[in-house]
């Protein structure tokens, strides 16, 4: 129970098999209670999820469905844990909007609707989330953003989503340089392919074939690294970009 007595936040759970999911089970298991976002979840999936984390784990959860392209939705997101379980001392920026778009397609609509998401929110609740550890005087903080490896090789038809989740890895440098003195440290995860319930038989087959050590990733490989980076052994890792994909090979 590495985690235990830990508050954690993890945006954009919103289905069984995601990765966002994976990561609440997993601090959950270590002994982080979980207040956890979604958007879109059918309700009963909510409440049996909510029950899962808390029978199975002995912690406390709650959860929040909130609209991530709301200006204000990283403040509602913290006045909400806050008032629930207390202050969280670990923030996993997990959610994330993705169409397909490509150089034909890409309008400022398209663009507006990730940067709301995966650049704003995500920058917002991550600077709020350190300005309410420092002012309760608390000197331990984790942040963990997901990215998807943009700078490894291209992703054609979704310029939009390249363009704002490379973006998180130049905002998790310099946020960390910023927020090493105050204890917290601040990491973004690759986690490469992964099989989070998109995958056709057709595309597994595809991307096996690159994956040198035989399978696709799954969402609990990435949450077995958020468990890591939001311990204490990790407290001397900041400003990492970690790209854990398995020897997924691009070639």
């Not at 929110?121 to 350190?130: G, K, M, P, Q, R």
């Not at 995958?199 to 799954?218: A, N």
Request: charged fraction near 20%.
């Amino acid at each position: 129970m590495k985690l235990d007595g830990s508050i954690a936040v993890v945006t954009g759970a919103s289905y069984n098999k995601g990765i966002g999911t994976a990561i609440c089970r997993k601090l959950a298991k270590e002994g982080a209670d979980i207040f956890f976002t979604h958007w879109g979840s059918e309700d009963d999936w909510v409440v049996k999820f909510q029950d899962e984390i808390i029978q199975e784990n002995g912690v406390r959860c709650c959860n929040l469905e909130i609209d991530l392209s709301e200006s204000n939705a990283p403040f509602k997101i913290l006045d909400m844990v806050t008032h629930q379980l207390g202050m969280p001392t670990i923030l996993v920026n997990n959610a994330a909007h993705s169409t397909r778009d490509g150089y034909m397609k890409l309008d400022a609509e398209t663009l507006d609707n990730h940067y709301a998401v995966n650049m704003r929110a995500t920058f917002l609740l991550s600077v709020e989330f350190a300005r309410r550890l420092k002012q309760q005087n608390k000197l331990m903080g984790r942040i963990i953003n997901m990215t998807s490896g943009q700078a490894l090789g291209p992703m054609t038809g979704e310029l939009a989503y390249v363009a704002t989740k490379g973006a998180i890895s130049a905002f998790t440098l310099s946020l960390s340089a910023e927020l090493a003195p105050l204890g917290i440290t601040v990491n973004a995860i690759n986690p490469g392919p992964t099989d989070t319930g998109w995958m056709t038989d057709e595309i597994k087959t595809h991307l096996i074939s690159k994956f040198l050590s035989g399978r696709v990733g799954l969402p609990e490989d990435a949450a077995r690294l958020v468990s890591f980076l939001a311990s204490e052994e990790a407290q001397w890792i900041t400003g990492q970009i970690i790209n854990s994909e398995g020897g997924f090979s691009r070639a």
